[in-house]
């Protein structure tokens, strides 16, 4: 569907691709970057529209995500099948401790699949300053965004390669995540056994 859209529309495909994932549709990010880094190589697009463009989508998914969570979060918060898992001491503590370290939660968030519109909306919810805000996440942009454009302008040709490559570690390293809990469960469970035995 992404790619559809980016080959129909261009420009607005890459944009429109970018702002839906930045509001949490589960479209990785990374995908129209890649895609308008290797578009870009291809001369389909130009580079100095497209990379801007990119940005700029990301960005302004993430801008929505704080103000719906600014407006309207604390209406979210009371839904009943919230308060069920988030009840209120709860709540006051996790606000509490993104108000004192939002700005890092934000950051990080840029990089990290899937707690990108989580954090964002959390970032509106705690009623982090809009600007301390969108400076964080723009330099967090700024490190992320050209990356993945550049590594795919770069490397256009050899891209599907690397991205076997990177999937193949990823698979590798929650294999060995995985026989790593296994092992501590073990010894948590043996541990126990030799107390009650």
């Known amino acids: 569907m992404v790619q ?3 080959e129909h529309f261009t420009y607005v495909g890459i944009f429109l691709a970018l702002f839906a994932a930045g509001l949490g549709v589960p479209i990785p990010e990374e995908g129209p970057i890649l895609a308008a880094g290797v578009l870009a190589q291809e001369d389909v697009v130009r580079w100095w529209i497209a990379l801007p463009l ?6 302004s998914g ?3 995500l704080y103000w719906a969570g600014r407006h309207w979060g604390e209406r979210l918060l009371d839904w009943r099948v919230v308060r069920r898992v988030l009840t209120k001491p709860r709540e006051e503590y996790l606000l509490a401790a993104y ?3 939002g700005v890092k939660i934000v950051f990080t968030a840029r990089h990290v ?4 519109a989580a954090a964002f909306l959390t970032a509106g919810i705690a009623r982090i300053p809009f600007g301390k805000f969108l ?3 723009a330099v967090a942009a700024m490190v992320g965004v050209p990356v993945g454009f550049g590594v795919a302008f770069l490397f ?7 991205i076997a490559d990177v999937h193949r570690v990823e698979r590798w390293i929650a294999l060995y995540a ?5 092992a501590w469960l073990a010894w948590l469970a043996w541990r126990q056994s030799r107390r009650t035995g």
């Not at 699949?113 to 990108?116: A, H, N, S, T």
């Not at 995985?178 to 296994?182: D, P, S």
Request: hydrophobic share 55%; proline share 0%; net charge neutral.
């Open 99 to 101: 108000r004192r370290h």
């Open 4 to 6: 559809q859209l980016i």
């Open 54 to 59: 990119c940005f700029l989508g990301v960005l």
């Open 178 to 182: 995985l026989l790593g809990i296994a």
């Open 62 to 64: 993430d801008v929505v």
């Open 156 to 162: 256009a040709d050899q891209l599907e390669r690397v």
């Open 113 to 116: 699949i899937g707690l990108r």
């Open 135 to 137: 400076l964080v996440d």
